[in-house]
């Protein structure tokens, strides 16, 4: 039966390892199958090493730390026909530690491309802070040139605020009561575009003679003074 260390070592230990809690690890599955031993017998010798193991060469998972790695990954729960504890996580450190208290020629063979791994783990880490950072300074440059051309960005943001929320429309006038001249309409005999303005005038009558009560025959006027 072929086991993972039969395929290329190096390739198949750089793709398990993992980052948990920021730290780069191995799990214990799969370090024992790289160095030959079943499971349970490797963890079995190192609980017999413990005060080898300190909490930045290995640590074992919480049930958040599991679930984060089983949603990302294929994993088997524990319990219910997978493994019954949470499984154990080794860094470098503790990896090449695991060899030394396994004492095995596969083992002794095998730490050296695990380390080879994590080295190369970290080689692609720096090569993605470094991308990162090309980016970042890219980002600053391109903000750098918008800024020139802030009226024409507020112009386009402007535009697409009148379409998401146009302005209403304009009431329709009331019809009015009465007459009103269109506009532009002439009144004949005024001045174009004026209204012709008519006032009434009142006629002048000559003055009634006076009656005297005695007589029914008018009076004359009295001479007016010289």
Not at 198 to 222: D, H, K, Y
Request: some cysteine; hydrophobic content about 40%.
């Amino acid at each position: 039966m072929k086991t993972r260390t039969d395929i290329q070592p190096a390739v198949s230990i750089e793709s398990l390892i993992l980052t948990v809690r920021g730290e780069k690890v191995i799990l214990d599955t799969d370090l024992a199958r790289i160095f030959g031993a079943p499971t349970f017998r490797f963890n079995e010798a190192i609980k017999r090493n413990r005060e080898r193991f300190p909490a930045d060469f290995m640590f074992q998972l919480t049930q958040d730390d599991f679930a984060s790695l089983t949603s990302q990954f294929a994993m088997s729960k524990p319990g219910r026909g997978g493994r019954r504890t949470l499984p154990y996580a080794f860094t470098e450190n503790g990896a090449i530690m695991a060899a030394n208290v396994l004492n095995s020629p596969q083992a002794v063979r095998m730490s050296v491309f695990v380390v080879r791994a994590f080295v190369r783990m970290r080689e692609l880490l720096g090569g993605t802070k470094e991308l990162a950072r090309r980016l970042k300074d890219l980002e600053a440059k391109l903000t750098a040139r918008l800024d020139g051309h802030e009226a024409a960005i507020v112009d386009v943001l402007q535009r697409i605020m009148r379409l998401l929320d146009p302005p209403p429309e304009p009431e329709t006038p009331r019809r009015q009561i009465g007459f009103h001249a269109r506009p532009g309409e002439e009144t004949a005999g005024t001045a174009k575009g004026r209204k012709r303005c008519i006032t009434p005038r009142l006629r002048t009558r000559s003055p009634l003679p006076r009656i005297s009560p005695q007589t029914s025959s008018p009076v004359p006027p009295a001479p007016s003074a010289a």
